[in-house]
């Protein structure tokens, strides 16, 4: 028991001791236990390296609306078996990917609302123009680590000519070697 007091106090300690400040997140000047505990738990965030990474998209849910039941299902089919591409992140990318990198293929004109990154979790929000004034609005969230990462994909087109287009799914990356 005496060793997990002392570990605690030692990491409030160095937690205190440290240039960022960020473990004391409510910025009242006092570390309490709670503070430590969680960015323990988070951790430094981790860089993604550069180089030549490969995408699987798998989409588990499709809704088309006003698309005939076969062809929905024939829809469904193929994006269920995956697509996969590859894109290239440059050293300038690997704290923060352009938000393209995340984008389908041939996906241009992503913006980010929303990135963060805790340790090895990832959270992020964008929209993509989805193009002929559609636009995609994609939530990520998932794990990551410097040669590989898993988000779950939610994703709603609005603006297509069928109307809002929902998709769930997974996005699977891992590097593949250099660009």
Same mark, same amino acid.
């Given at each position: 028991?005496?060793?997990?007091?002392?570990?605690?106090?030692?990491?409030?300690?160095?937690?205190?001791?440290?240039?960022?400040?960020?473990?004391?997140?409510?910025?009242?000047?006092?570390? =309490?236990?709670? *503070?430590?505990?969680?960015?323990?738990?988070?951790?430094?965030?981790?860089?993604?390296?550069?180089?030549?990474?490969?995408? $699987?998209?798998?989409?588990?849910?499709?809704?088309?609306?006003?698309?005939?039941?076969?062809?929905?299902?024939?829809?469904?089919?193929?994006?269920?078996?995956?697509?996969? =591409?590859?894109?290239?992140?440059?050293?300038?990318e690997?704290?923060?990917?352009?938000?393209?990198?995340?984008g389908?293929?041939?996906?241009?004109?992503?913006?980010?609302?929303?990135?963060?990154?805790?340790?090895?979790r990832? =959270?992020?929000?964008? $929209?993509?123009d989805?193009?002929?004034?559609?636009?995609?609005?994609?939530?990520?969230?998932?794990?990551?680590?410097?040669?590989s990462? *898993?988000?779950?994909l939610?994703?709603?087109?609005?603006?297509?000519?069928?109307?809002?287009?929902t998709?769930?799914?997974?996005?699977?990356?891992?590097?593949?070697g250099?660009?």
């Amino acid at each position: 028991m005496k060793k997990f007091v002392l570990a605690g106090a030692a990491a409030v300690l160095i937690a205190g001791c440290s240039d960022s400040g960020t473990a004391d997140a409510d910025g009242d000047g006092t570390i =309490t236990q709670e *503070e430590v505990a969680a960015e323990v738990a988070d951790g430094p965030a981790v860089a993604m390296r550069a180089g030549r990474w490969e995408h $699987t998209v798998q989409f588990s849910e499709l809704n088309v609306p006003g698309v005939p039941a076969g062809m929905e299902d024939m829809v469904k089919q193929q994006m269920g078996s995956g697509i996969t =591409t590859s894109r290239c992140m440059t050293e300038e990318e690997v704290n923060r990917p352009n938000a393209d990198f995340f984008g389908g293929e041939k996906q241009q004109n992503c913006t980010y609302e929303e990135f963060d990154r805790s340790g090895n979790r990832m =959270t992020l929000r964008m $929209t993509c123009d989805a193009g002929n004034g559609a636009k995609a609005n994609v939530a990520m969230d998932g794990e990551f680590g410097s040669d590989s990462f *898993e988000l779950q994909l939610d994703n709603t087109v609005t603006g297509s000519p069928a109307g809002d287009v929902t998709m769930k799914g997974t996005i699977s990356g891992k590097r593949i070697g250099d660009c």
